[in-house]
């Protein structure tokens, strides 16, 4: 619990973090709310020799209105989303969520371009942003890009964030009255990452299912799509949820660890799919 | 000066200790910083076993900043004791030599082979890596019925056995029901005790039964996490011919003599200070191999050094608690009266012998039989050698055992005789009584009134509502299932008895010491040598005090944890403080005021006899005008101007209390909960405990003691068990894979007491620092099992984790479940052995 010796920059803008990302490479990283990157530096999994620290950029700290869609900043924390109007408003899922992570002082520190740059696959918001169709803007050397979330995720950890790239914003769009939302977390402990968390957004058709999107958390090495249970449900009546869901593990490889067996997240998965689209249906 | 007629205690007095501890101005081992103070680190083994064949610190000694690396080869001549085992529980106890550095092999992950010593931590630690070590890694053993076998890989090849050792009570018979291996090793491991015994005949009753339930539970290992992880400072201090050592501890006093016991230091050359101590629950109730090679250093070195553990270190290297495969065997009649009760234990001692360790299974013996009265019992224990971290006391220490294992079975016995679990209790709880009467084994419970707490319990749960919900959920087949869980409890409080520790292999030394002196300015001064970590002895002495001396606990101040200024002491730990040392506070404050009658007599010209005591003033029977008050006496016996003709000065006395007996606080536990059988997560709904410490002398902080406790008890049940792999690797290394549950996982607890004074001590006090974790764990399973008996499900082992109830329903269904292999090996151990990821 004691990590190794490091030096300290801190970026005055974005420009400057990508700035010091060029100069010091591959031995350096950005440090956002720390909330991921200071518990394995403590464990000595991570030892980067020069911590690039973000966390006065707070013009990175934000929700505006763009339109069809919510723009949030990277250095958004998970209480600001948690407590947004705008959000509660127009995107209730990703607000609902924020305050589902970890526990109050996590939320304080930590925040939303922390969480997808870090690419955990039980983390929560990935698989949010994911089945929301979202996207993420990174910032470089060469300028900007907008990544859909659906290409950011890469595998374990890893995302399509370069070397010397920040990210600077996620956009989600904004659900209209037709589609309700849900996320459900299955942890031992409130405080816990997701053992398994499934996200739905169902869009309601004349009484039945019109569309659904489902994004699985701690299913695999990224954010999954329950495919099946999305083909499915599209243009389905209401009770044959149950059914459908019954193929939400398919095409997944989660894990076995202390936590869970495979077999009892994939167990979960089915579970909790079937009540996070009929919690959608009724949102 | 201020007169007090009020009754401080029985009131809940807001904690003396709370204002530091909650604006940050405690002062824990870490604030301490003294000049010229080093730092330590520990090379700790990755390995379960290994032989290290190349050991090299030199690399380490290159690094700016190391002072010194030490192998344990240079240092073995310090320590001639090693780290002591005070705990001999049978005449044939294998007791290795326990190094507080390793010399040749390493035994668990986290075992200490070389350490270095720096001008800070950081530097310390990063210069570990410098060390070289070759280690030849051999195969370990991780669970205990695998040590037993034929065979099995030696944690110590000079016994040439794993058994640590073998404790019987009343085995007549016991091997023709049991399927036993034959082991004629360790025979007749002797009985030491007066008070643990066995009795009748275990065989006639298994065969005369009606029914017999035979059952195994295992007792996970679970870490004591105490929110301040262990720390010490040790200082060749001027002034000091020695050492000082502070220690966040439980047990200063013992420290002190184990200290010397193991390095040859004379005892009266070393002082132990606890300054505040973040808590314990048993895991500082020990001296730690740590704090012996720190105390070294500071003496080789001429400088202070201090050592910290991080979380990691405290997980791997800090005792574990529990342990323990039971195998049970309980006899019945179809009325559900019980003939006879057996018992064999395994006991996981890990790969040493810390302090207590093998006395902990054997201080719980006597409870199996718990509440209940019937003629027949026997119970076997087994210590067994692991490679994993040694065990000792975790809060409870013995007694959530045996409380466990009788209160499943006879939720077990209920069910299989068709009978209400209330039921099956009443028809063989003790009547209640008032004068000390036997247990089965032999105890000498001092009160109970069982029948009082478990009437309560019930009125408070609404039982009969919750059966009729019960009952409509089943019939819906609502997919959360409602289950009510009892238990029915009682433990051992107040250690002990002189006499009766050393019966229990502990040598003895149960008493408390306390000195209560009133200063010329009438204030109140109350040394005493239990040791609080938590507990509020500043708060509920300062009540006892105040009442017997008649001033408020204002004007008293306790003072405890510096051997310098309370010599004499026994600590804190077995909820014995109160019974023991709140005891000898009393006693020795009654002193001060019978001494203080003569001088008011002197002072009034009256007789002694004629002298009464009320609300701090001595007055003359008959005129109360003429009186003086305890401040006036206690001014004019510091002063010694006017004293009776040969009286010492200053009202200052003294008192080494020893208990007759252990005290027996009992209670009623009812836990309800709904068990979601598509997911098997378990929420508890409610939890009712009506509990029974005798008079309490704080409700605060009784109030708090329960639901400390019962969040332990219930995080045994649900929430936390220590997993290694199958190469002795800890799994569960960090508090996100160790499950402590928070606030938020835990019910709102419904908390009554009935009051059945102690006929052993003056205040008829019990104690109720480990109720909580006694009375838990088996209402929580009891109430899961409850829930999902209709499946046919009669056990779940704990933690009942959703994965494990998941598991068990879809056993009960058929259904094949692909974790088969998992569940065989953690039948066959105390710690859940799991691949790794
Ligand atoms: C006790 C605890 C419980 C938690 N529980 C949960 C939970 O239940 N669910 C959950 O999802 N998470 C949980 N978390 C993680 C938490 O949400 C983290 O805050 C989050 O994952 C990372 O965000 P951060 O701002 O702290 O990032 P940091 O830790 O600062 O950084 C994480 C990684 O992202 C990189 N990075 C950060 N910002 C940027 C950026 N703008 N551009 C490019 N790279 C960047 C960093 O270099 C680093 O590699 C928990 C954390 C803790 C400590």
């Known amino acids: 619990m004691i990590p190794v010796a490091f030096d300290y920059e801190v970026a005055e803008s974005v420009d400057h973090a990508i700035e010091l990302l060029g100069q010091y490479g591959d031995e350096s990283k950005l440090l956002a709310g720390g909330h991921s990157l200071i518990p394995i530096m403590r464990l000595r999994l991570a030892a980067p020799a020069v911590l690039i620290d973000l966390g006065k950029l707070e013009n990175l700290r934000y929700v505006r209105d763009g339109g069809d869609h919510l723009k949030i900043g990277a250095m958004t924390r998970h209480r600001d989303l948690a407590f947004n109007e705008m959000v509660a408003q127009h995107c209730g899922i990703v607000g609902y969520t924020a305050g589902l992570l970890g526990d109050p002082s996590v939320q304080h520190r930590g925040t939303i371009g922390g969480t997808l740059s870090h690419g955990d696959a039980s983390g929560d918001m990935p698989s949010v942003i994911t089945a929301l169709e979202g996207s993420i803007v990174v910032q470089g050397p060469n300028g900007e890009r907008v990544v859909k979330a659906a290409d950011f995720f890469q595998d374990y950890l890893v995302t399509d964030l370069g070397e010397q790239e920040v990210v600077t914003e996620v956009r989600v769009p904004k659900l209209n009255g037709n589609t309700g939302w849900s996320y459900k977390k299955f942890s031992r402990r409130s405080q816990d990452w997701a053992m398994v968390g499934v996200a739905a957004v169902v869009e309601r058709s004349n009484g039945s299912i019109g569309s659904a999107r489902i994004a699985l958390t701690a299913m695999g090495a990224t954010p999954l799509r329950a495919t099946s249970v999305e083909q499915a449900l599209s243009g389905a009546p209401r009770d044959a949820v149950a059914e459908a869901a019954q193929s939400a593990d398919e095409g997944t490889s989660p894990a076995s660890d202390s936590a869970a067996s495979a077999e009892f997240r994939r167990h979960l998965a089915r579970v909790w799919t079937k009540r996070a689209v009929e919690e959608a249906l009724s949102r | 000066m201020t007169q007090a007629p009020e009754r401080y205690m029985g009131g809940g007095l807001p904690r003396k200790e709370d204002p530091n501890l909650v604006t940050g101005r405690?002062?824990?081992?870490?604030?301490?910083?003294?000049?010229?103070?080093?730092?330590?680190?520990?090379?700790r083994s990755p390995f379960a076993r290994a032989k290290i064949t190349k050991l090299d610190v030199s690399g380490a000694l290159e690094r700016p900043g190391v002072v010194g690396a030490f192998t344990g080869a240079e240092l073995a001549d310090q320590w001639p004791g090693g780290v002591p085992c005070?705990?001999?529980v049978s005449d044939q106890q294998n007791s290795p030599f326990f190094s507080p550095i390793v010399t040749d092999e390493v035994r668990h992950v986290g075992d200490v082979l070389a350490v270095v010593v720096a001008s800070d931590r950081y530097t310390a630690q990063d210069a570990l890596e410098s060390i070289v070590v070759d280690y030849e890694p051999l195969p370990p053993v991780v669970n205990m019925e695998a040590a037993l076998a034929e065979g099995a890989p030696l944690v110590h090849e000079e016994f040439g056995t794993n058994e640590c050792f073998k404790y019987t009570a009343g085995v007549e018979g016991i091997d023709d029901l049991f399927d036993a291996p034959d082991d004629t090793q360790l025979e007749g491991g002797g009985v030491r005790g007066p008070n643990v015994g066995g009795q009748g005949d275990t065989g006639e009753a298994m065969r005369r039964a009606d029914v017999v339930i035979k059952e195994r539970y295992i007792q996970q290992r679970v870490l004591p996490t105490a929110i301040e992880p262990r720390a010490v400072v040790a200082s060749p201090e001027p002034g000091h011919q020695g050492i000082v050592m502070y220690s966040s501890t439980q047990v200063p006093h013992l420290l002190k003599i184990v200290l010397s016991l193991s390095t040859g230091i004379p005892e009266n050359e070393i002082r132990v200070v606890?300054?505040?101590?973040?808590?314990?629950?048993?895991?500082?109730?020990?001296?730690?191999?740590?704090?012996?090679?720190?105390?070294?250093?500071?003496?080789?070195?001429?400088?202070?050094?201090?050592?910290?553990?991080?979380?990691?270190?405290?997980?791997?290297?800090?005792?574990?608690?529990?342990?323990?495969?039971?195998?049970?065997?309980?006899?019945?009649?179809?009325?559900?009266?019980?003939?006879?009760?057996?018992?064999?234990?395994?006991?996981?001692?890990?790969?040493?012998?810390?302090?207590?360790?093998p006395a902990i299974a054997v201080s719980g013996a006597a409870l199996f039989p718990g509440v209940y009265n019937f003629e027949n019992f026997a119970i076997e224990i087994k210590g067994v050698f692991t490679n994993l971290t040694p065990t000792d006391a975790y809060r409870g220490a013995g007694r959530p055992e045996a409380c466990f294992a009788i209160e499943r079975a006879m939720d077990s016995l209920a069910r299989e005789l068709n009978m209400d679990p209330a039921e099956v209790r009443r028809r063989n709880f003790f009547e209640p009584f008032d004068e000390p009467t036997a247990n089965p084994a032999g105890l000498q419970y001092d009160s109970f009134n069982l029948q009082a707490v478990l009437d309560r319990a019930i009125e408070l749960a609404d039982y009969e509502s919750l059966r009729a919900e019960q009952q409509r959920r089943r019939e819906s087949g609502d997919p959360v299932q409602l289950g009510i869980g009892f238990s029915t409890y009682t433990e051992i409080c107040g250690l002990g008895p002189s006499q009766a520790l050393a019966g229990l292999g502990l040598g003895g030394g149960g008493w408390e010491a306390a000195n209560v002196r009133m200063l010329v300015t009438g204030k109140v001064e109350v040394a005493t040598g239990t040791s609080p970590h938590g507990q509020g002895h500043e708060t509920s002495w300062s009540q006892i005090a105040a009442d017997v001396l008649g001033v408020t606990p204002d004007d008293v101040d306790v003072i405890h944890g510096d051997t310098d200024a309370v010599p004499f002491?026994?600590?804190?730990?077995?909820?014995?403080?109160?019974?023991?040392?709140?005891?000898?506070?009393?006693?020795?404050?009654?002193?001060?005021?019978?001494?203080?009658?003569?001088?008011?007599?002197?002072?009034?010209?009256?007789?002694?006899?004629?002298?009464e005591f009320e609300g701090g003033r001595f007055s003359v029977a008959g005129s109360p005008d003429q009186n003086v008050t305890i401040q006036d006496v206690a001014g004019a016996a510091y002063l010694a101007a006017d004293l009776p003709e040969g009286m010492e000065p200053v009202l200052n006395e003294s008192m080494i209390y020893d208990p007759p007996n252990f005290t027996f606080p009992f209670g009623a536990h009812i836990c309800v909960s709904e068990v979601d059988t598509e997911t098997g997560k378990v929420k508890l709904r409610d939890y009712i405990a009506v509990d029974d410490c005798g008079p309490v002398i704080n409700p605060t902080i009784v109030d708090g003691q329960l639901h400390g406790g019962l969040a332990q008890g219930i995080a045994q049940a649900l929430y936390e068990g220590v997993i290694y792999d199958e190469e002795g690797n800890l799994v569960t290394a960090s508090m996100v894979d160790y499950m402590i549950p928070g606030a938020p996982e835990l019910p709102n607890f419904t908390l009554d007491r009935t009051v059945t004074p102690s006929p052993s001590n003056p205040l008829g006090v019990k104690g109720v620092g480990e109720a909580g974790t006694i009375g838990a764990p088996p209402a929580v399973i009891n109430s899961i099992v409850d829930a999902l008996s209709p499946l046919g499900i009669k056990h779940i082992d704990m933690p009942a984790s959703p994965m494990r109830v998941w598991k068990a329903i879809q056993n009960a269904q058929g259904k094949q479940s692909g974790d088969r292999q998992i569940d065989a090996s953690l039948e066959a151990s105390g710690a859940d052995i799991k691949q790794g990821r």
């Open chain 2, 26 to 43: 405690a002062n824990w081992t870490d604030n301490i910083k003294l000049p010229g103070m080093l730092h330590l680190a520990m090379l």
């Open chain 2, 86 to 88: 005070g705990a001999v």
């Open chain 2, 274 to 357: 606890a300054p505040d101590v973040g808590g314990g629950f048993g895991s500082k109730l020990n001296l730690y191999r740590e704090e012996i090679i720190a105390v070294v250093l500071a003496k080789k070195l001429g400088t202070p050094v201090k050592y910290v553990e991080d979380r990691s270190e405290n997980y791997q290297a800090t005792i574990h608690g529990r342990g323990q495969i039971q195998d049970i065997e309980l006899a019945a009649n179809s009325d559900g009266k019980i003939l006879g009760l057996r018992v064999k234990l395994l006991d996981d001692m890990g790969a040493y012998l810390q302090l207590l360790t």
């Open chain 2, 569 to 611: 002491g026994r600590d804190t730990y077995g909820s014995r403080s109160l019974a023991v040392g709140g005891i000898a506070v009393y006693h020795a404050a009654n002193k001060v005021v019978e001494k203080g009658k003569k001088i008011a007599a002197h002072m009034l010209e009256a007789s002694e006899e004629d002298i």
